[in-house]
C-alpha cells in the first residue's frame, strides 16, 4: 500500500487510463467477435432457408403453369397453339431445373437430400408423362391424351405437387431450427 501512495498522481493516472483502455479492448474484440458470429449465423439463414424460398415458389407456380399449358395441349385443335404451348413449357421447365439446381446447392442434411431425390424423381415422372400426352396429341389421339392427362396424369401430377410441398415444408423448419439456434 505504501508503494502506491509513493506513486505520483500522473503516474497514477496514466496506468488507470491505459487499464480502461485494455478493458476496453478486450470487451470489444469479444464484442466483434460475437458480431460476426451473429453475421454468420444471419447468413446461414438466408442463405439455407430464406433464398431457396423464393426458388420453390418458383418451382411451385411454373409446375402449375404447365399444368395449364397441358390442359390446353390436351383440348385445343390447333397445331400452333400446341406448338405455342409446347414453347411455353420448356421455358418453364428450363426455370425449374435452375430453380432445382440452387435448392439442391442449399441443402445441408440427409433428409434434405432424400426428400430433393424423391422430387426429382417425381419431376421426371410427370415430364415423361406431359410428354406423353404432348405426344398422343400430335398424333391426333385426342381422347387418349386426355385420358392420360386427366386418369393417371392427375395422380402423377399429385405426387409432384406433394414432394413440392414436402421441400417447402423441409426449408420452413430448417429456418426455424436455425433461428432457434441463432437466438
Known amino acids: 500500500m505504501q508503494f502506491y501512495k509513493n506513486i505520483q498522481l500522473r503516474t497514477k493516472l496514466i496506468v ?20 460476426n458470429q451473429v453475421n454468420d449465423a444471419g447468413t446461414m439463414l438466408y442463405e439455407r432457408a430464406t433464398a431457396p424460398m423464393n426458388d420453390l415458389v418458383l418451382v411451385s407456380v411454373n409446375f402449375q403453369r404447365i399444368r395449364v399449358n397441358m390442359v390446353a395441349i390436351a383440348y385445343t385443335s390447333s397445331d400452333s397453339e400446341i406448338s405455342e404451348r409446347e414453347h411455353r413449357i420448356t421455358m418453364l421447365r ?17 433428409e434434405g437430400q432424400r426428400v430433393f431425390d424423391k422430387y426429382t424423381r417425381e419431376k421426371k415422372s410427370f415430364r415423361e408423362m406431359t410428354n406423353h400426352v404432348v405426344n398422343l396429341r400430335r398424333e391426333k389421339k385426342f381422347t387418349e391424351a386426355q385420358d392420360l392427362l386427366n386418369g393417371d396424369g392427375r395422380e402423377i401430377a399429385q405426387r409432384y405437387q406433394d414432394a413440392i410441398s414436402h421441400l417447402v415444408e423441409l426449408k420452413v423448419n430448417f429456418g426455424k431450427e436455425l433461428s432457434e439456434s441463432n437466438d
Open 16 to 35: 488507470g487510463f491505459v487499464l480502461s483502455s485494455l478493458i476496453t479492448m478486450l470487451v470489444g474484440f469479444y464484442a466483434v467477435q460475437k458480431l
Open 94 to 110: 428450363e426455370s425449374i431445373d435452375s430453380a432445382g439446381q440452387r435448392i439442391d446447392a442449399s441443402l445441408v442434411t440427409a
